[in-house]
């Protein structure tokens, strides 16, 4: 069985970071595409940030880049995002994935076929 479950969540005042964990079983995030996810009640899902397989590659999305980084650790099969100068627009849910395609110039909900439930982020004072 499938399965990615997200941790870290949480509320953090403006400029704070988190790190948000997602923990894979029934497969092997070292032969996946990885990706974040967010989503802020009532709109769709905006992809934060992506890594490719092998050699991997990232991308990023513009308002992240510089403050976000994506990560995977073979040895425990858990992604990362790591969230540095967090803004009130980070705010949202948080949802991990895997499966997809990736690419260097866009990040697209629908081509993933393994999602986590999500954690939420919270960034106020």
């Known amino acids: 069985q499938f399965q990615l479950v997200e941790s870290g969540g949480g509320l953090v005042q403006p400029g704070g970071s988190l790190r948000l964990s997602c923990a894979a079983s029934?497969?092997?995030?070292?032969?996946?595409?990885i990706a974040w996810f967010r989503q802020v009640s009532g709109k769709e899902y905006e992809g934060v940030s992506s890594m490719s397989t092998g050699a991997g590659y990232t991308y990023y999305e513009d308002s992240v880049k510089g403050r976000f980084t994506i990560s995977r650790d073979s040895a425990k099969n858990t992604m990362y995002l790591q969230m540095n100068s967090l803004k009130p627009e980070d705010t949202g849910r948080y949802y991990c994935?895997?499966?997809?395609?990736?690419?260097?110039?866009?990040?697209?909900?629908?081509?993933?076929?393994?999602w986590g439930r999500g954690t939420p982020v919270t960034v106020s004072s």
């Open positions: 994935a895997a499966g997809g395609y990736f690419s260097r110039y866009d990040l697209v909900a629908g081509i993933y076929p393994y």
């Open positions: 029934g497969f092997s995030l070292d032969e996946s595409v």
